[in-house]
């Protein structure tokens, strides 16, 4: 008798702690894009350094709250469309690391420039069996037009992963499409590998302008 | 009026001619060559005279100038975008605008405070190529057009009724619109300065990344975020029950050779980790996606 209460209770304590484990993989793909965005504007907001353009401080912050829910290996496996498939494994390793270094520089840019801006979130419009979703924001900005800033999320096992991003209605992986295909029909897939190195070392050289 | 008429009508002459001599390129670019040389000048100008102007612009008004700058030409604009609305049949989106024309010039002092929005009521921005567009016509090859930048045949086409149906200009002399029309445009370039400096950091060719960012986001606005105009009138009525569809079957036909979406029915894709990626066998299925009547 003695043995079943102790076998029932270190299952139920593995159940609890297992639970506990995969809360972050059981969040809603809103919640998530809603916390990572508050979480990362509020500390853009509040960091002296940031907003005066320290480029290694910006790039923790990416690394750190933004990384973990981005898949890059599939940004960068639709981005390269068809030629994926041709793309020896060394080559997609190297595409997808080049391609996510570009992105983490363009979007430490934009977060320097964070100031008063507000995002307002849109109805979640998915079932809950939906393995794909997208969630619609728009960031209000002082002057002009609301900014549309929409992801695209999909169920992996490790959570919710966003493999897609909309800027002012244009998606990221559709905008870089042509430009790979360009370059892959010139240089083939490791002339666009290197095509995307050598911008990336031109960005790592020129320091961020500060917010104004 | 006369003025900028006048200029724009020329350019748009010297375009048409120019356009007959060469049609090369792909598909959705035919007049790649000649869209380049225009890219190059537009580019030449703007690196030295837009762009170091509303640099200054930005960096010395004070901001509450520069936002009543910018709220009097919008106000201007939602006049036609007024019109547009209602073309379309938007009729909500309609009387809203003009309710905002109303607003903002009397209570708005002509404009320059734009009290719609702080009341709740929000911009929307039609013109008559996104008119066009919503009844059905396509947009055509991309254009890049003199000074104005990108645009399509389409919207080409429908620019002089725009400029013509701008208020700007109408019962004010002519050095007075010029000089309008100088600050609208700075104005302009000074509200996306911040994207565009990104935009330069962002792009392996500017040329290809700002034609394939700007015909998406074009369509996008042609379907008020949505992928026809079907799901446009849907989703409006939707909003209204807030009872909108779910999203994932526009996703799936968005990436046409993707093989690592989920399968179809989502059972529970947290239950088979262990499962190896999609073969690349199952891309065969991928043109099931792609024979949807293309937007294109």
């Known amino acids: 008798m003695k043995l079943i209460k102790q076998l029932i209770a270190v299952a139920s304590m593995a159940i609890a702690t297992s639970a506990l484990a995969a809360a972050p993989a059981n969040e809603a793909p809103d919640a998530l894009v809603k916390r990572i965005s508050a979480d990362v504007i509020e500390t853009a907001k509040n960091d002296k350094e940031i907003q005066a353009g320290n480029q290694k401080r910006v790039m923790d912050l990416v690394e750190s709250k933004i990384l973990p829910y981005v898949d890059f290996q599939r940004m960068t496996s639709l981005a390269a469309g068809r030629f994926w498939r041709e793309a020896t494994p060394e080559q997609q390793k190297q595409l997808s690391a080049e391609f996510r270094t570009l992105l983490i520089f363009t979007y430490s840019g934009a977060l320097s420039q964070i100031k008063n801006e507000t995002v307002e979130f849109k109805p979640l419009r998915a079932d809950p069996a939906d393995a794909e979703v997208e969630v619609r924001s728009q960031v209000n900005v002082a002057r002009g037009e609301p900014v549309t800033l929409n992801y695209r999320l999909a169920k992996t096992p490790h959570g919710w992963k966003i493999f897609d991003i909309n800027v002012l209605g244009a998606w990221l992986v559709e905008t870089y499409k042509g430009t790979f295909a360009t370059e892959i029909g010139k240089s083939g897939i490791d002339g666009l590998i290197k095509a995307l190195a050598e911008r990336n070392k031109k960005l790592a050289n020129k320091p961020l302008k500060p917010a104004k | ?296």
């Open chain 2, 1 to 296: 009026m006369t003025a900028i008429t006048l200029v724009r009508s020329a350019t748009l002459v010297v375009l048409a001619a120019a356009l007959g001599g060469c049609a090369t390129g792909g598909q959705k670019d035919p007049y790649e060559k000649f869209n380049r040389k225009m890219f190059e000048f537009n580019d030449a100008v703007d690196r030295n005279a837009l762009k170091p102007a509303a640099t200054v612009y930005k960096q010395v008004l004070p901001s509450f100038v520069q936002t009543g700058v910018n709220n009097f030409f919008g106000n201007l604009a939602d006049m036609w975008s007024t019109a547009n609305n209602l073309m379309q049949g938007k009729g909500e989106a309609g009387m809203s605008d003009f309710t905002r024309v109303m607003m903002n010039s009397t209570f708005g002092l002509a404009g320059l405070i734009d009290v719609a929005s702080e009341a709740g009521l929000k911009k929307h921005n039609e013109d008559f190529g996104q008119t066009l567009g919503y009844w059905g016509v396509k947009s055509g090859p991309y254009l890049m057009l003199p000074l104005l930048g990108p645009s399509t045949m389409r919207d080409t086409v429908a620019l002089p009724l725009d400029i013509y149906a701008d208020p700007w200009g109408y019962g004010v002399n002519a050095n007075v619109q010029v000089a309008g029309t100088i600050l609208r445009v700075v104005d302009q370039r000074a509200v996306i300065l911040d994207a565009s400096n990104l935009m330069e950091e962002a792009a392996l060719d500017r040329y290809e990344f700002i034609r394939d960012g700007f015909l998406q986001s074009r369509q996008n606005k042609v379907f008020d975020g949505e992928t026809s105009r079907k799901e446009a009138i849907k989703a409006a009525k939707a909003d209204a029950a807030d009872a909108a569809e779910p999203t994932a079957a526009s996703i799936k036909a968005a990436y046409a050779d993707d093989e690592a979406a989920p399968a179809v029915p989502a059972a529970d894709p947290a239950a088979d980790p262990s499962k190896p990626p999609v073969p690349a066998k199952t891309a065969a299925k991928a043109p099931v996606l792609s024979s949807e009547p293309a937007s294109k």
